[in-house]
């Protein structure tokens, strides 16, 4: 065995270790906006006049974007 491969193998395995965790956060994320997206889309179908407006795809957008926020807004005002 030579003095100190074993360090250069985890250390080269690290970085792709942290992009696969990051890739994965990102890809999880993503659905999770995907869907926060369609949810207020398709709510605004249900509550509003059937069609969906400019400014509807656009409050949409913003929540997806933002969605844990969101989340929380939406606990928050179902409060009151």
């Known amino acids: 065995m030579i003095p ?3 360090r250069i ?3 080269s395995d690290t970085p792709d270790m942290h ?5 994965e956060a990102l890809l999880l994320y993503g659905a999770a906006a995907t869907g926060d997206f369609a949810y207020h889309l398709i709510d605004d ?6 069609a969906i407006e400019y400014a ?5 957008f913003s929540a997806a974007l933002f ?3 969101d989340l929380v807004a939406m606990a928050l ?4």
């Open 45 to 50: 179908l249900h509550t509003g006049d059937q």
């Open 19 to 23: 992009r696969r965790v990051w890739l």
């Open 67 to 69: 969605w844990p926020l």
């Open 56 to 60: 509807d795809v656009a409050v949409a």
């Open 9 to 11: 193998s985890v250390s």
């Open 4 to 6: 100190g491969s074993s």
């Open 77 to 80: 005002l179902a409060e009151r």
